[in-house]
């Protein structure tokens, strides 16, 4: 057996029940085989897979809260702390019900080469915890991040863990979390990014993955050629990364006609309001129901529907595996160009292989989505030098970190015979620093 098929099988049979996990490595691996068969004796004697594959550290936590009518509820917490070779452990944190060890094994094994994709001296992880922060009061989200950062406390900071957001956390649930953090450690400092202007918080990271997705897909466009203004976009989501995609697709002339939640998606063929969108989701917290009462012209449509939409483009922001094989069917059928994913793995593996196999262009999240955590870094330089740069300047180096990130990852895919497979391509540049570090600091 391979070196390759022995480590994937061995992932599998270690960590059982964790299916997304496997999803994660499987791609991962597969498509640095290449490089790994190049070097096996090498990468064997030093275990340098079992050693990527297994985190570094994994923690797991009690995280008990008091609601508004006095009961105490206990949610589980986590934070894996996967890969330190190229910087300090860097990744969100995920609130939401589905979140288990797996979910957040594979956010932290992808984290690992997004991180090293942009350029920037950040290592891999990724923590959260299974409370559900919808239909909370604002009392019962401070309570429940309090609580959670009280014990997440003990194993962060500025130069070792820096978490931020994700799924059901932003903005918010960052200020309560850096609250407490501060009040228990006594120290000031940018030990979360994503934070609020007022103490610490870059220009640009709220809208950093969205924006970013979008200047990495214009430059992978007008290298093949295409021009992205006058193009259909489908998007789903309705989230952070979701709604300033769509902003920056609209200021680049493109026309976006979709949306979702999790109960049901929006067509809007005048393209989406996006200050609409703001509205109901950022300010009013409210389900996409609401977005007929803004634009009546538009289409409310229970359940999931999205990629049925004919589209040139198809972005989605939401969560994983939210785009299967009959959605890259219908997507394909519809003539798409390319799929660029804002989320996290949303497409599966089966899905991802048709849509390559049928010509699609096809960018995974830890390349396309990596303006989010680049941000992040940039929010961890300016913390150090105790300065704040302007909107122009971190938006600049947001495009340029896209810019050089795509040209990597086409230029990885060349060197080992993919050209334009770009999962091989973020994977083998992702994976390439990594290894380096590992290998040059030793068996630690
Ligand atoms: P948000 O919580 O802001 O938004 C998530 C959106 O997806 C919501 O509209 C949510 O609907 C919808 N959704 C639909 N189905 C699901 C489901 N089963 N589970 C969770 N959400 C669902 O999160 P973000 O926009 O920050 O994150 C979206 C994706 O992008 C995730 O995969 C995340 O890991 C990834 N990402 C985020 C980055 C960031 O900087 N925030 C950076 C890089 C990647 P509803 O409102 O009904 O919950
Ligand atoms: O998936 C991701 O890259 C994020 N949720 C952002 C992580 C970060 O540290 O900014």
């Given at each position: ?25 499987t ?32 923690i ?10 006095g ?10 702390q ?21 979910i ?24 959260g ?112 990364v ?48 609401e ?69 699609v ?53 060349k060197?080992y ?16 620093k ?11």
């Amino acid at each position: 057996m391979s070196y390759v098929d022995e480590v994937i099988a061995r992932i599998k049979k270690e960590n059982p029940d964790e299916p997304e996990f496997h999803q994660a490595v499987t791609e991962v691996l597969e498509s640095i085989r290449g490089i790994v068969d190049e070097n096996e004796s090498s990468f064997r004697r030093d275990a340098l897979l079992e050693r990527l594959c297994n985190p570094e550290r994994q923690i797991k936590f009690r995280v008990s809260w008091i609601d508004d009518k006095g009961q105490v509820h206990v949610n589980t917490g986590y934070r894996v702390q996967f890969n330190s070779a190229i910087g300090p452990y860097k990744g969100g944190l995920r609130l939401h019900p589905s979140v288990n060890i797996g979910i957040i094994k594979f956010l932290g094994f992808e984290q690992i080469f997004k991180n090293s994709l942009t350029g920037l001296p950040i290592g891999g992880g990724k923590g959260g915890s299974d409370f559900d922060p919808k239909g909370k009061s604002d009392r019962e989200v401070m309570a429940f991040c309090q609580a959670f950062m009280s014990e997440l406390c003990k194993y962060i900071g500025a130069y070792t863990d820096v978490p931020a957001g994700d799924i059901g956390m932003g903005a918010r649930e960052i200020g309560y979390m850096f609250g407490q953090y501060k009040k228990l450690r006594g120290v000031f400092e940018g030990v979360l990014t994503g934070k609020g202007k007022s103490y610490g918080g870059s220009l640009v990271r709220t809208e950093a993955t969205g924006y970013g997705l979008l200047y990495l897909t214009e430059e992978m466009l007008r290298c093949h050629g295409v021009d992205i203004k006058g193009k259909t976009i489908t998007v789903s989501g309705a989230g952070n990364v979701a709604i300033y995609a769509i902003e920056k697709a609209a200021e680049m002339g493109a026309r976006v006609v979709t949306c979702s939640d999790s109960t049901g998606w929006v067509y809007d063929p005048d393209g989406i309001d996006v200050t609409a969108l703001k509205e109901i989701k950022e300010v009013r917290r409210q389900r996409l129901t609401e977005y007929k009462k803004y634009r009546p012209s538009a289409e409310y449509h229970e359940g999931r529907g999205v990629w049925s939409v004919k589209s040139d483009i198809a972005l989605p922001c939401a969560t994983q595996n939210e785009l299967d094989i009959e959605d890259a069917k219908a997507l394909v059928a519809g003539g798409v160009i390319a799929v660029c994913e804002g989320a996290n793995m949303p497409t599966t593996l089966e899905a991802t292989k048709y849509l390559q196999d049928n010509g699609v262009y096809f960018v995974p999240g830890k390349a396309a989505n990596a303006g989010g955590v680049a941000t992040s870094a940039l929010e961890m330089s300016q913390n150090s030098e105790r300065l704040a740069w302007s909107f122009e300047r971190v938006d600049s180096e947001l495009k340029s970190i896209m810019v050089r990130l795509y040209h990597n990852i086409d230029n990885a895919a060349k060197r080992y015979g993919a050209d334009g497979n770009y999962v091989v391509g973020a994977n083998i540049a992702g994976f390439e620093k990594v290894a380096k570090a590992m290998m040059a600091q030793g068996i630690v």
